[in-house]
């Protein structure tokens, strides 16, 4: 067997990932400050209206060439705003979604530990669209008010490497972007 695939076995054996599944798996490519590649395994069986949501936006091409717009240093990097987030960001970055509609929240027991990923939403727990963040560190504060849709499985170095945001709401001067997305089954 090779190492790769008993790295991977390794991984999914490890108890704080009992809770996700095999895919599906978004690829995230990565350029700037960061290169490289993201794997997220996505966690449809918590939530499958949400990964869904990413899966079709991922296949439609929507996310490539988006930024990370907000990357808050031992919290979180966010990105995903498939609106007013291409090409370098524009200064609405974050404060758009997709051509679909908003999903009603799919809360769950897992918690927002380093890797977990999670969808960002306004004040409206029903709200969240296109965007996502990465924790850099846990924030159990998080905990049963996002909806949690997967873990970095492959990648965490990348992730580490993302180009920090000022100020304590993290906007990014020349961010990072994910240049292309793909989903592998």
């Known amino acids: 067997m090779s190492r790769k695939i008993l790295a991977v076995l390794a991984l999914l054996a490890s108890p704080a990932l009992a809770e996700y599944g095999p895919g599906p798996n978004l690829v995230i490519e990565v350029d700037g400050e960061a290169k490289g590649t993201i794997v997220i395994d996505m966690a449809d069986h918590v939530a499958p209206n949400h990964v869904a949501q990413i899966v079709a936006l991922a296949k439609e091409g929507a996310y490539d060439d988006v930024v990370f ?107 990072d972007r994910m240049v292309k997305v793909t989903v592998a089954d």
């Open 69 to 175: 717009h907000r990357v808050i240093d031992g919290f979180m990097a966010q990105t995903g705003d498939v609106e007013f987030g291409k090409a370098g960001g524009s200064p609405q970055a974050g404060m758009g979604g997709s051509s679909k509609p908003d999903l009603a929240a799919e809360f769950s027991d897992l918690t927002f530990d380093r890797g977990v990923v999670g969808m960002a939403r306004s004040m409206d727990p029903n709200s969240a669209n296109s965007q996502f963040f990465i924790m850099f560190a846990p924030a159990p504060h998080l905990d049963g008010q996002y909806t949690v849709v997967g873990r970095v499985v492959e990648g965490m170095d990348v992730v580490d490497a993302i180009k920090r945001g000022q100020g304590g709401n993290g906007e990014v001067a020349g961010p």
